[in-house]
């Protein structure tokens, strides 16, 4: 198990200094310093988050919450929050922009998992929790950000697919919130023109298909091997590059064993995701790790989704590899959470035969050995 976390930060922090290279690629050096400062950064996030038992998150998640939830509110206030593109997402705090809708990923996660942990088996969904999720889900939905906004609803799902909640309440609340998803995307224009564009789009090469007809070409013009690494796409113009459509440029300077190599990675760190999540010692150990792997193992698959029009363009990036500090930032802490309860696990195992000598021993200050605590983390 200790390798596996370990080749777990390893795929991780690779992927991240592949996204060095390819921001690079796609923006030149001005952008190279400030993707070194957010790796940095991104790895002391992964060192901290490492050293926090996973039960402290108790304690922790309300105040994230409340933190993310005013991030939400200012990003929204003309002459607070910066606004791109018709988009109100960002914060400029001097030092760096910070994107709140990113860490509003980790915080409904979090907050949820604690909440589900201390049900008992076959309870039904829990409204309070649930709520404040939504309230998450709609404030970064009407940035509008409808790529995170999914992914917020994906790191619920898999904190409540973890859960002990009643089968017949998780697949109920699944259906509605597949339909609603759906119902939001085919409700607003541009969003429509997206499904229609990704069912046909060389019938709008000028337009809405563009970007995904040029990605297609970039990722043809890479062939087997690619143009190499660095090499700045030399052929066609792919728009948002650095962000969304990173993956193209994947394919176009390393080609398809560069595509099959950053698909593998990923498929790893679900693969090891879900181990930690099996393998975890409390219920809330597991919701925390089957949400987070479902917001990292989602989000990358929508990304290399759309870019190889497998899937429609939803406007996510791609996890440690896409340009952007908060997005970085928040699959390192991830990482490190899923760090810890691996490793907290690998302690409960070693301890659980010596307690299970005496089962009906006291605590040497008092209380039972396994009491209700433990089945909630």
């Not at 990923?105 to 309070?128: D, I, Q, T, Y």
Request: some cysteine; aromatic content about 8%; glycine content about 12%.
């Amino acid at each position: 198990m200790s390798s596996l976390r370990a080749n777990l930060f390893l795929v991780a922090l690779g992927l991240s200094l592949l996204g060095l290279v390819m921001v690079y690629s796609a923006a030149g050096t001005g952008s190279l310093f400030e993707r070194i400062v957010h790796m940095v950064l991104g790895v002391a996030v992964f060192l901290v988050a490492s050293r926090i038992r996973y039960t402290a998150w108790r304690k922790y998640a309300p105040a994230l919450y409340v933190i993310v939830l005013i991030g939400l509110i200012l990003v929204l206030i003309p002459g607070v929050g910066s606004r791109i593109n018709g988009a109100r997402r960002w914060l400029d705090l001097g030092l760096m922009t910070v994107q709140p809708a990113e860490f509003a990923k980790l915080a409904a996660v979090l907050l949820l998992s604690c909440a589900v942990a201390r049900l008992p088996s076959g309870s039904r969904l829990p409204f309070k929790p649930l709520a404040m999720v939504g309230v998450l889900f709609a404030l970064v939905f009407i940035e509008p950000d409808f790529g995170t906004s999914v992914i917020v609803l994906s790191g619920a799902a898999g904190v409540l697919w973890a859960s002990e909640i009643r089968t017949r309440d998780l697949v109920l609340s699944g259906l509605v919130g597949l339909v609603a998803v759906a119902g939001m995307m085919m409700l607003e224009p541009y969003r429509r023109e997206r499904f229609t564009t990704f069912l046909n789009p060389w019938a709008a090469t000028d337009g809405s298909g563009y970007q995904i007809v040029q990605s297609m070409v970039a990722i043809k013009a890479g062939g087997l091997f690619g143009s190499g690494a660095g090499s700045g796409g030399q052929g066609p113009y792919v728009p948002e590059v650095g962000t969304d459509m990173i993956f193209a440029l994947i394919g176009e300077e390393l080609g398809l064993l560069g595509m099959v190599a950053v698909i593998a990675a990923f498929g790893f760190i679900a693969l090891a995701g879900l181990r930690i999540a099996l393998g975890a010692p409390t219920v809330m150990a597991r919701c925390v790790a089957a949400g987070l792997t479902t917001m990292l193992t989602v989000q990358a698959i929508f990304n290399i989704g759309a870019v190889m029009v497998v899937l429609p363009l939803a406007g996510m990036t791609l996890p440690f590899v896409s340009d952007g500090g908060s997005s970085l930032l928040v699959c390192f802490a991830a990482v490190g959470i899923l760090y810890r309860i691996s490793e907290d696990s690998e302690r409960a195992r070693e301890t659980k035969p010596r307690a299970n000598k005496n089962p009906h021993s006291r605590r040497r200050h008092g209380g039972a050995r396994y009491p209700r605590a433990v089945r909630g983390g």
